[in-house]
């Protein structure tokens, strides 16, 4: 079954609302989850890793003011996308690994992202 | 900065017929490199990690090797169910960075 678990999974919201999105990791702490965005037939861009009690780390290029990521527990991390415009419309997914840093990361099921 | 190369793109095959996936990697030191199915509109699903050069998994019809520059993933008599994006991602060996660079995918169709 899924070890992470990620909600909503489909969102359609008006130009200039902000929406959060959330990420859980089922029967296992993590102190580092990961958010990545994805477009249509594109692989997946890392756009950050979310750390537990500590601000998270932005790939190049991606606008933390923009896309606000709160890890305030060992089970859960939130991305809220401030002030959404059409082009922040995408494929979000996010990602834990299940023990160590570096095994394994296991992923969401995604949030699709619509803004009119 | 890490790179991640996969071909084909997309590859059409008949049930029954083997075939394999390459994925090229330039990475200054290798942590990991993992394999991942991912269907539409889905998360990807985890399938395999190899650590060093001359590895292999297996997993049912699938079976991952590793050489120092890629890694090759073997589909044997794939059956429709196979059919999926599988995608291949590399971790770094370097300190703190636990990120994963991933490839563009090769998408898989399994006709019966």
């Known amino acids: 079954g899924a070890v992470v678990s990620q909600h909503p999974s489909w969102v359609i919201c008006k130009s200039g609302t902000s929406v959060k999105i959330e990420c859980r990791s089922l029967?296992?702490?993590?102190?580092?989850m990961f958010w990545y965005r994805q477009f249509p037939k594109q692989s997946l861009m890392l756009m950050a890793t979310?750390?537990?009690?500590?601000?998270?780390?932005?790939e190049q290029g991606v606008e933390k003011d923009k896309f606000l990521i709160n890890h305030a527990s060992l089970t859960l991390s939130t991305l809220t996308v401030t002030s959404a415009h059409p082009e922040d419309s995408s494929f979000y997914i996010c990602?834990?690994?299940?023990?160590?840093?570096?095994?394994?990361?296991?992923f969401g099921d995604g949030t699709r992202l619509s803004i009119l | 900065e890490d790179q991640v190369t996969q071909s084909p793109e997309a590859l059409r095959l008949q049930e029954g017929e083997s075939s394999s996936l390459n994925c090229s990697y330039t990475?200054?030191?290798?942590?990991?490199l993992f394999w991942y199915r991912q269907d539409p509109g889905k998360g990807p699903e985890f399938l395999f990690t190899?650590?060093?050069a001359g590895e292999e998994k297996e997993k049912e019809r699938l079976k991952a090797t590793l050489t120092k520059k890629e890694s090759f993933l073997h589909i044997t008599a794939p059956k429709p169910e196979d059919s999926a994006t599988y995608l291949c991602?590399?971790?770094?060996?370097?300190?703190?960075?636990?990120?994963?660079?991933f490839g563009a995918g090769t998408t898989v169709t399994v006709r019966a």
């Open positions: 990602s834990a690994p299940q023990g160590a840093n570096d095994q394994p990361q296991h």
């Open positions: 029967d296992f702490q993590a102190t580092t």
């Open positions: 979310s750390n537990e009690g500590s601000k998270a780390t932005y």
């Open positions: 990475v200054s030191g290798l942590r990991g």
């Open positions: 190899l650590y060093s």
């Open positions: 991602a590399v971790q770094a060996k370097r300190a703190g960075d636990y990120k994963l660079s």
